[in-house]
């Protein structure tokens, strides 16, 4: 059974920054495409970024340069570090796991796990 689990999300001033986790069980998260996705209020759900099973990374246009993401295969934990915050970062972000893939196509793959989200908040 996929487990997966969010934290480190929480309010920030404009400029500042946060480090997302992300607790993975029951996937393996250096061999499986992995993503952070987020939502802001009133608005549909946007991919953020992925990782996928040989550690190649890929990003929204509107985060690259300011986010990262990684893993870590013995802590079974993916990360998402956001820096240079702006406002339009506020949402509420989740991890998702397409086990069954190492490829992730952008964020075109079947993601079949998902957690139940942090929430970040970006103030100006």
């Known amino acids: 059974q996929v487990q997966l689990v969010e934290s480190g999300g929480g309010s920030v001033q404009a400029g500042g920054s946060l480090r997302l986790s992300c607790a993975a069980s029951?996937?393996?998260?250096?061999?499986?495409?992995m993503a952070w996705f987020r939502q802001a209020p009133g608005k549909g759900r946007e991919g953020v970024a992925t990782?996928?099973?040989?550690?190649?990374?890929d990003y929204a246009i509107s985060v690259k340069g300011r986010f990262t993401i990684s893993r870590d295969g013995a802590l079974a934990t993916l990360y998402l570090q956001m820096n240079s915050l702006k406002p339009e970062d506020t949402g509420m972000y989740y991890c998702?796991?397409?086990?069954?893939?190492?490829?992730?196509?952008?964020?075109?793959?079947?993601?079949?796990?998902w957690g139940q989200g942090t929430q970040v908040t970006v103030s100006s």
């Open positions: 990782i996928n099973g040989i550690g190649t990374t």
């Open positions: 029951g996937v393996t998260v250096t061999t499986s495409c």
């Open positions: 998702a796991a397409a086990p069954k893939t190492w490829w992730c196509g952008g964020f075109s793959v079947d993601f079949g796990y």
